[in-house]
């Protein structure tokens, strides 16, 4: 076997010059590729696809800066247009399967996952309409309007989007296009998809692709359902209740955390700004764990967190410290409190749990 179709070969020099910045080596290891018959779908889903989840594993660890991990995203983000780049453009307008829409939750960047399902589509033989990130549900719906889409393929990697996502699902379903969701922000097993009454979960590219090649059938456009119909537990209020008081909650724990934890006193400006970012995270993974009444969507967060903070040199202990500040804030809301102490213990006990998406 060459080294040129070995998909770990592969994979190691691609790491090599993303990591290296060298954007014009890392479209030449798929050139390369290519000229050896190593085909697409195999270079995006085995080769630039785990280079990818390499480098938000290697931000996670502190072995890759942030600026890094901005730059080799980028360049992997080129591979994959270089790639596309190389069909005839007719190719990719005929749809000879059908249309599809492809888009980010509202609110969420990390596009690269929803980037490979369109690109693994069009290979497939469908015409997909790819709108990117963080597109607006208003705008969506506008757009599924207007061409009238078989299915509409949602992705999301942060759970904290997945409010924004719930609307997104029921507003499609209300004008009768069917929901294939995925990524990491779903649940790995796709809980949190059908939780919130999508039609259908995907692992992954090519379950999606099988997901439509067997049809899906267009739900009745109706009168968009209410949160509450699909998760009861939201009649509490608590959840609207803890998610308004969100402002007043980050300020009183970074506030408090000053007097109950003495070396934030020594922060500078720039760690206090993070402390702050990080406390805002914190409520809202919580809040998100009351959308969906779900401890353990706080707790895989938490001892992810931890783990990111130790690797920075900063105690996973301030994390104990500041969730028993927000129990304070939150006496009265017994969901929030199971949850809070389910977190402390998650983190005393040094429990790992899956990364969310890196931020």
């Keep these: 076997m060459s080294d040129l179709t070995d998909v770990s070969e592969l994979r190691r020099r691609l790491w090599e010059a993303v990591v290296d910045g060298d954007e014009y080596g890392a479209v030449d290891v798929v050139d390369a590729a290519l000229a050896e018959s190593v085909d697409e779908e195999t270079l995006l889903l085995e080769v630039i696809a785990p ?28 591979v994959v247009a270089a790639l596309a780049h190389r069909r005839p453009a007719a190719e990719g307008r005929t749809g000879r399967l059908g249309r599809v829409t492809v888009s980010c ?98 692992a992954d590219a090519r379950e999606a692709a099988a997901v439509l090649e067997a049809g899906l059938r267009r739900p009745a456009p109706s009168v968009t359902r209410q949160a509450v119909d699909d998760l009861p537990h939201l009649v509490d209020q608590e959840y609207t209740t803890v998610a308004q008081s969100r402002p007043r909650l980050v300020k009183q724990v970074l506030t408090d955390l000053d ?62 410290t500041g969730l028993r500040i927000l129990a304070d804030q939150l006496h009265d809301f017994p969901r929030s409190l199971g949850m809070i102490e389910a977190g402390t213990d998650a983190i005393e006990g040094d429990r790992p749990g899956p990364a969310p998406a890196h931020e």
């Design 51 to 78: 280079v990818q989840e390499r480098i938000g594993s290697e931000w996670a660890a502190n072995r890759i800066t942030v600026a890094q991990e901005h730059a080799a995203t980028a360049i992997n983000e080129r």
């Design 105 to 202: 939750v509202d609110g969420e960047w990390h596009a690269f996952p929803a980037r490979l399902v369109s690109e693994v589509l069009r290979l497939r033989g469908w015409r997909v309409d790819f709108l990117g990130a963080q597109t607006p549900t208003p705008h969506l719906i506008a757009h599924l309007h207007h061409t009238n889409p078989d299915a509409m393929l949602l992705s999301g990697s942060i759970p904290t989007h997945l409010p924004a996502a719930h609307t997104a699902i029921t507003a499609c379903q209300a004008i009768g296009v069917p929901v294939v969701t995925g990524g990491r922000a779903f649940g790995p097993d796709g809980r949190y998809a059908r939780a919130l009454g999508a039609d259908r979960w995907a």
């Design 259 to 320: 007097s109950r934890f003495p070396a934030m006193r020594a922060y500078s400006d720039a760690q206090r700004e993070r402390t702050a970012e990080d406390i805002a995270h914190l409520v809202d993974f919580l809040v998100t764990a009351l959308y969906l009444d779900d401890a353990s969507l706080f707790t895989d967060f938490l001892t992810w967190t931890a783990g990111i903070l130790e690797a920075r040199g900063v105690p996973a202990h301030s994390l104990v």
